[in-house]
Nanobody
Framework: QLQLVESGGGLVQPGGSLRLYCAAS????????IGWFRQAPGKEREGVSC????????NYADSVKGRFTISKDNAKNMVYLQMSSLKPEDTAVYYC???????????????????WGQGTQVTVAA
């Protein structure tokens, strides 16, 4: 059974950077596409970024393009989300999700994912 654990969240000032980690255990990530999602209070979960099984195809929400970078290390069973130029509106709980079979054009849709971590809080404030 695949288990995901997010970490790396915290409090950061506007314009700052954070790196989020999604650690997988139980099975190898070679067979899973991974997505990063976030949910702010009172809002629905939204897709932030996603990466293919092999790590060679990525996708980003318009709101984070040019600021966030997703990467995947299948050998370490890890997925990363490097976030820079952070804004207060990036404040949310960030989750990673995993799915084995995915039409990649749908990779930012949370309903496509079968496995989820518990989330890590990111707060961007002065």
């Amino acid at each position: 059974q695949l288990q995901l654990v997010e970490s790396g969240g915290g409090l950061v000032q506007p314009g700052g950077s954070l790196r989020l980690y999604c650690a997988a255990s139980g099975v190898t990530l070679d067979y899973y596409a991974i997505g990063w999602f976030r949910q702010a209070p009172g809002k629905e979960r939204e897709g932030v970024s996603c990466i293919s099984k092999g790590g060679d195809i990525t996708n980003y929400a318009d709101s984070v393009k040019g600021r966030f970078t997703i990467s995947k290390d299948n050998a370490k069973n890890m997925v990363y989300l490097q976030m820079s130029s952070l804004k207060p509106e990036d404040t949310a709980v960030y989750y990673c999700g995993a799915v084995r079979h995915l039409l990649f054009s749908r990779c930012v849709l949370s309903e496509e994912y079968n496995y989820w971590g518990q989330g890590t809080q990111v707060t961007v404030a002065a």
